[in-house]
């Protein structure tokens, strides 16, 4: 089986917290890539997560968001020319296969929270030549596009802002993969209504079912048939505080299983990808880790069909990536 996860921490958390003393080729987090190798990786999205306000203060980070996205960029770069013989950029879906034939892992660079763009367009422009990809919107506060998810309910009727509209149109126009983890109920509508007009699939890269755990951060139904109705993507978040919202902070593998069966119930099939948030989490997995990514799929096999589980793996991400970047 391959795997194509649409979200991971690693680069941040783990090399530019680090300050390039974590490698991504070995270390003791939840991804690196000899792990993803022999676990049968196709494509790993490395997001360079950019926290503020307090959350920024918690890790230590002092400078600002366009700055941090410059340190991760660099790291990002000095790993992909260090594992050029494992690991290659993929810009598109036509990269991705292009890199298997070759061998190698694709790697594709996200953004997790648009607060660096801070009202500019061109900005999006200069990350797109940059090589970014997919962009998460918003994470935790509020920003130049929009809000975050909340537990009050009238924050969470909140849409895009008019500059989060023309962000994501611009988005669209470029060729990157709009990712709505972390939004607003109102922004997610907002999304996608500008979907249904470009035609343009998006994504929830990592982010589960909120009728199984009803954390704002997580999609309701409607929101779910929606993602099928458009042919989005909703990536499976691993954490516990996502999957069962138990205390414990441990994560079954049946507790994934269980929320792709109801996503599959509500959106079908083709709405089911993985997005793990590897060491963006904290839950300890009874897989351990992405060398459990096998394990997760023969867990997946026991209720879905080959065909269906290799939509889940890695099918259903690559068609939404190819389609949203343009080839």
């Known amino acids: 089986m391959r795997f194509f996860d649409l979200h991971c921490d690693t680069v941040s958390t783990q090399v530019a917290r680090s300050g390039g003393k974590t490698h991504l080729l070995r270390n003791t987090g939840h991804l690196d890539l000899e792990r993803l190798k022999k676990s049968g990786s196709l494509a790993q999205v490395f997001a360079a997560f950019l926290p503020t ?23 990002y770069q000095k790993e992909l020319q260090a594992n050029s ?64 998810a909340s537990p009050i309910p009238a924050d969470m009727t909140q849409g895009l802002k008019p500059f989060g509209v023309d962000a994501v149109r611009k988005m669209q126009e470029l060729g990157i993969l709009v990712d709505v983890s972390h939004l607003s109920d109102g922004g997610f509508q907002d999304v996608a209504r500008l979907s249904r007009q470009s035609h343009i699939p998006f994504a929830a890269t990592h982010s589960c079912a909120r009728a199984l755990c009803p954390h704002p951060r997580n999609l309701t139904d409607e929101m779910l048939k929606v993602i099928g109705e458009t042919g989005s993507v909703c990536g499976i978040n691993f954490s516990a505080h996502f999957l069962n919202g ?32 590897f060491d963006g989490i904290n839950s300890e997995l009874e897989f351990k880790d992405c060398s459990g990514l096998p394990q997760l799929a023969d867990a997946l096999a026991m209720y879905f069909p080959a065909d269906e589980v290799e939509k889940i793996c890695w099918k259903n991400a690559l068609r939404v990536f190819t389609e949203a970047t343009h080839g």
């Open 246 to 277: 138990l205390t414990q902070n441990y994560t079954k593998t049946d507790d994934i299983v269980q929320c792709a069966r109801h996503i599959r119930n509500q959106a079908g099939i083709d709405a089911l990808a993985l997005g793990s948030d």
């Open 53 to 75: 306000h307090e959350a920024a203060a918690e890790v230590g980070i002092t400078v600002g968001p366009k700055e941090l996205f410059d340190q991760i960029y660099a790291y």
């Open 85 to 148: 013989e494992i690991l290659a950029s993929a810009l598109s879906g036509a990269d991705i296969l292009a890199n298997d034939r070759a061998g190698l892992l694709s790697a594709i660079l996200s953004i997790e929270d648009c607060v660096l763009l801070d009202g500019s367009l061109r900005r999006i422009g200069s990350l797109y030549r940059k090589g970014v990809r997919i962009m998460t919107l918003t994470w935790n506060y509020e920003n130049s596009l929009g809000y975050p």
